[in-house]
């Protein structure tokens, strides 16, 4: 049974970078797209963009001049940074994966979510 | 502003049905059908009960269904349960980027 992990700083300082990583275990990384979505507090989700495993990327064009996407299938990992973060980036940052056969949705298997506080 | 409309919240009592729209345009539900609706309880992460209009998921059960019809998707929930109160969101793909979207999210009371 697959399962998603994400991994990260909880804080990130204004104007800084947010990194973080979401491991697959229970399966390969290989032939799915995988994707990060976000959800602000008390709001509802946002999609973030997908990575595929040969590396070619897909970004919400809401963000893509700060998001970049990447995956190491030796890992079993794929990772996201987002700079040039304000307090509005300040979320619960989930990484899931679509449905075989599929780039997007839907998503049928999430990691639990990393809460992300943006403050000095 | 969500893309998708949804009511801000539904209730129902035990044993009831209850019915949660999704009002969209011709470019994510009215023009293709891939619907998904999401269950998240708080402090989880989403959990995908409908996907393509009406599938379910396995292990789902089948008190949940899905149906379309022109630009609105609707989740009906029967024999409402306790378990069932949560937070539901709906999902479509689109058309023009960002090629996936949401709604506002409904919470479901079971009162």
């Known amino acids: 049974q697959v399962q998603l992990q994400e991994s990260g700083p909880g804080l990130v300082k204004p104007s800084e970078t947010l990194s973080l990583t979401c491991t697959v275990s229970?399966?390969?990384?290989?032939?799915?797209?995988w994707s990060w979505l976000r959800q602000p507090p008390g709001r509802g989700l946002e999609w973030i963009g997908y990575?595929?495993?040969?590396?070619?990327?897909n970004y919400n064009s809401s963000l893509k001049s700060r998001v970049t996407l990447s995956v190491d299938t030796s890992k079993n990992h794929f990772s996201l940074k987002l700079n040039s973060v304000t307090a509005a980036d300040t979320a619960v940052y989930y990484c899931?994966?679509?449905?075989?056969?599929?780039?997007?949705?839907?998503?049928?298997?999430w990691g639990p979510g990393t809460m992300v506080i943006v403050s000095s | 502003q969500s893309a998708l409309t949804q009511p801000a919240s539904v209730s129902g009592s035990p044993g009831q049905s209850i019915t949660i729209s999704c009002t969209g345009t011709?470019?994510?539900?009215?023009?293709?059908?891939?619907v998904s609706w999401y269950q998240q309880h708080p402090g989880k992460a989403p959990k995908v009960m409908i996907y393509?209009?009406?599938d379910r998921p396995s292990g789902v059960s089948d008190r949940f269904s899905g149906s379309k019809s022109g630009y609105t998707a609707s989740l009906t929930i029967s024999g409402l349960q306790a378990e069932d109160e949560a937070d539901y969101y709906c999902s479509s793909y689109t058309s023009v980027i960002p090629h996936v979207v949401f709604g506002g999210g409904t919470k479901l009371t079971v009162l």
């Open positions: 229970g399966d390969s990384i290989s032939t799915f797209y």
């Open positions: 899931a994966r679509a449905k075989s056969g599929r780039s997007y949705v839907p998503f049928d298997v």
């Open positions: 990575v595929y495993y040969t590396g070619s990327t």
């Open positions: 393509d209009v009406s």
């Open positions: 011709s470019s994510d539900v009215g023009g293709y059908n891939f």
